[in-house]
């Protein structure tokens, strides 16, 4: 039978993909997909750590509230919390182009952030991922079976 367990479990381990996969790309210099993948990170990190409370949002992507209100208890709810909340302000910005004003230029991602913003967001996503990899580990037993080492 399906655990929330094994729901937190599954996210982590997705969660720790995206955070691989952001490295490979500010390493090819992508900067806007890296950060993409830095806020899916802390998303997915996030809701593993709500799993194993039992709450699941599948719905949506915006989660920070929902930590905020279920970590109340937890030491690092708010800084956790505040770093989700700015990533998800980025949101879609970092994937599509905006365009709705013709008043004003075409926004396009990959022509506006840069190398720093990039190392900024894998920072954060670094941060928030080992905090909550190892309060999953601590409190849950919950594991991804591969060691994670920041990036030096």
Known sequence: MLSHRDIA????????SD????????DAGVYARCIAHCQHT??????????????????RHEVS????????DWGHCEEIG??????EEEGFRTEYPLFGRRDLPIW????????????DA??????????????????YGITIG???????
């Not at 479990?9 to 720790?16: G, K, M, N, V």
């Not at 509230?65 to 109340?72: A, G, M, N, V």
């Not at 591969?146 to 030096?152: K, Y």
């Open 9 to 16: 479990r599954a996210l982590l381990i997705e969660s720790y």
């Open 19 to 26: 955070l691989k996969a952001a490295k490979v790309l500010l």
């Open 42 to 59: 802390v998303e997915k990190a996030l809701k593993a750590a709500l799993a194993v409370r039992h709450v699941i949002v599948t719905d």
């Open 65 to 72: 509230d929902d930590f905020r209100q279920t970590y109340s």
């Open 82 to 87: 505040e770093i989700a909340t700015e990533m």
């Open 108 to 119: 396009i991602p990959s022509e506006r952030y840069l190398e720093k913003d990039a190392r």
């Open 122 to 139: 894998l920072q954060k996503a670094e941060h928030v991922f080992k905090i909550v990899m190892e309060y999953l580990a601590n409190e």
């Open 146 to 152: 591969e060691a994670w080492r920041p990036r030096s």
